[in-house]
């Protein structure tokens, strides 16, 4: 099987580790984390003046309608310069289910989010439903639209979202369906704070929100499957940029024992400390096989075979993290987690990573499950 990228990918790559590098270091990222909503305005407006946060939008609505693996080689940049705008949240999992639900309403907004000039987030997760697609929102029909009521819980990037894509069920009906609010509509109600590794988060409530018909994005009840589908993206996408952090861990923390001097000489020469660091390479080889196949499986035709591999995905790139993360915490001694250090960010990333969209034990079972 040919791993070579194109040309265009690859320079893709390069323009945006080069922004990474040049406009996204610890202070700019600090600053971002103390402005509201622990997001930067102008890092958004670069990224959509590179044409990166229209990258999965169709070139109908003036994006670059890329793919899973474009995405994979601009979230494993972004992963290891530990970005905090809502660009996962907004320009990939909410792009991924408004491509996927159709209509003149999503198209309208896919076209508003290719320039930058609009966000928007998915708010499907409910309290208590513990990774489960459980959906209690309920939405009741009104004269000329709807009204919706529910809550919503840790939505990734609501705070900055200018639209909200809740998945609520249809009075008296069956199947999910998708509505488009503006987080500024009446009864909308939101609890904006940061998540573990700063990025943020809202918890979201909806009191007898009136909205329009065309709020109602393709088709009553006919959600699951663009939902399910658009997850399976935002998977991927996420295990790329984990993958990303693991680099980043990887390399901070083999600098670190080449430079950290004890009896005379850098403690990398030490045999024991060597033998972590192989450990540590080994599950980071490990993890990017997987995010490959992530990527490739993600638009999959075969829903059973594809889930197989996003559960697998999830579950080795979670354990992987998970031991790159300790073991960099581990090597760099007690400053491990001082907050002026990158590894103690890389290990909160990492750590929030694997909670986002089914922890490893939910795959596990899932996996399990799919295999008998």
């Given at each position: ?10 320079l ?7 922004f990474?590098a ?10 971002a ?5 622990t997001?930067?305005r102008?890092v958004?407006r670069?990224?959509a ?11 109908e ?6 793919g899973p693996?474009?995405t ?6 972004f992963g290891?310069g530990?970005?905090l705008e809502?660009y996962?949240?907004?320009a990939v ?10 209509g ?7 076209a508003s989010?290719?320039v ?5 987030a ?9 990774y489960?697609?459980?959906?209690q929102?309920?939405?009741?029909k ?7 009521s529910?809550?919503?819980s840790?939505?990734?990037g609501?705070g900055?979202?200018d ?9 008296g009906g ?12 009446e009864g909308?109600r939101?609890?904006e704070?940061?998540t ?14 009136r ?10 009840g ?6 399910d589908?658009?997850?399976?993206v ?10 990303g952090?693991?680099k980043?861990?990887?390399?901070a923390?083999?600098?670190?024992l080449?430079?950290?001097e ?11 400390l060597?033998?972590r660091?192989?450990?540590m390479?080994i599950?980071?080889e ?5 995010a490959?196949?992530?990527?490739m499986?993600c ?8 889930r ?15 031991y790159?993360?300790q073991q ?14 990158d590894v103690s ?6 750590t929030?990573?694997?909670?986002t ?9 899932k996996f399990?499950?799919a295999t008998?």
């Open positions: 099987m040919d791993f070579e990228f194109t040309e265009d990918q690859n893709l790559a390069e323009t945006v580790q080069k990474m040049a406009r996204y270091g610890s202070e700019s990222r600090r600053a984390h103390k402005t509201p909503g997001w930067s102008d958004w670069t990224l003046e590179m044409g990166i946060v229209g990258l999965l939008v169709p070139a609505q003036g994006g670059i309608d890329g693996v474009e994979m080689l601009v979230m494993n940049a290891a530990m970005l809502p996962w949240s907004s999992f909410a792009t991924a289910l408004l491509r996927r639900l159709g003149p309403a999503a198209a309208k907004l896919l989010l290719a930058g000039e609009h966000l928007a998915v708010a499907h997760a409910e309290p208590g439903a513990r489960d697609d459980r959906v929102t309920l939405a009741r009104a004269a000329g639209g709807w009204t919706l529910g809550a919503k840790v939505v990734i609501g900055a979202a639209t909200l894509l809740v998945t609520a069920r249809v009075q069956d199947g999910v369906s998708v509505f488009a609010i503006p987080r500024t509509a909308v939101l609890r704070y940061p573990i590794d700063w990025r943020g988060a809202a918890d979201v409530t909806l009191e007898d929100v909205v329009k018909s065309e709020a109602l994005l393709g088709g009553e006919a959600a699951q499957k663009p939902l589908d658009a997850q399976d935002a998977l991927a996408a996420l295990c790329a940029d984990a993958v952090s693991m980043a861990a990887l390399e923390t083999g600098k670190y080449q430079t950290r004890q009896f005379g000489q850098p403690i990398g020469k030490f045999q024991a060597q033998h660091m192989a450990d390479l599950h980071f490990q993890a990017k096989s997987m490959y196949l992530a990527a499986q638009e999959a035709p075969d829903a059973g075979e594809r197989k591999a996003m559960s697998a995905a999830k579950v080795v790139i979670g354990q992987s993290g998970r790159i993360a960099a915490v581990q090597l760099h001694g007690g400053m491990g987690m001082a907050d002026e250090l960010h890389y290990f909160r990333r990492l929030a990573h694997e909670l969209l089914g922890d490893t034990d939910h795959h596990l079972e399990a499950a008998r």
